[in-house]
């Protein structure tokens, strides 16, 4: 699945890669087997244009899940204080079952799993790759 996407993004990104799909404006594609752990996906995503995804209202996070996959890096991290936050800096409004987050550290990050609920594991763990791009 990646060539088509080194193809998009070679002839200047227009448009949407194949295989993109839109929800409230924003963008979003999931990469299979091509998984990585958080340090090593978040270059690649950086020079496509985009980050991991965000999904910052139940809506949202249930369509991704169902329309995009599951087992993927969210855009969470910690700030210096313990607390988590979103990457794009949007306010984290919505937050389904996961395991105690009081529990992560800075080698730790979030994924979205089968079950549809946020698990902590160590940024080093290979996962599905996947993009979001604000809206365009």
């Given at each position: 699945?990646l060539?088509?996407?080194?193809?998009?993004a070679?002839?200047?990104?227009?448009?949407l890669?194949?295989g993109?799909?839109?929800?409230?404006?924003?963008h979003?594609?999931m990469?299979?087997?091509?998984?990585?752990?958080?340090?090593?996906?978040?270059?690649?995503?950086?020079?496509?244009?985009?980050?991991?995804?965000?999904?910052s209202?139940k809506e949202?996070?249930?369509?991704?899940?169902?329309?995009i996959?599951?087992?993927?890096?969210?855009?969470?991290?910690l700030d210096?204080?313990?607390?988590?936050?979103?990457?794009?800096?949007?306010?984290?409004?919505?937050?389904?079952?996961?395991?105690?987050?009081?529990?992560?550290n800075?080698?730790?990050?979030?994924?979205?799993?089968?079950?549809?609920?946020?698990?902590?594991?160590n940024?080093?763990?290979?996962?599905?790759?996947?993009?979001?791009?604000?809206?365009?």
């Amino acid at each position: 699945q990646l060539g088509p996407l080194c193809q998009w993004a070679a002839d200047g990104k227009k448009g949407l890669p194949p295989g993109a799909k839109t929800y409230q404006g924003n963008h979003y594609l999931m990469i299979r087997g091509y998984g990585l752990g958080i340090p090593a996906c978040d270059i690649p995503l950086k020079r496509l244009g985009g980050h991991r995804p965000v999904l910052s209202t139940k809506e949202e996070h249930d369509w991704f899940a169902e329309n995009i996959g599951t087992s993927v890096w969210l855009g969470l991290e910690l700030d210096g204080k313990g607390t988590w936050r979103w990457i794009t800096g949007e306010p984290m409004t919505y937050q389904p079952g996961w395991d105690d987050p009081k529990h992560a550290n800075k080698t730790t990050g979030v994924i979205l799993s089968n079950t549809r609920k946020w698990q902590l594991l160590n940024i080093d763990h290979a996962r599905n790759l996947s993009i979001e791009w604000e809206g365009k």
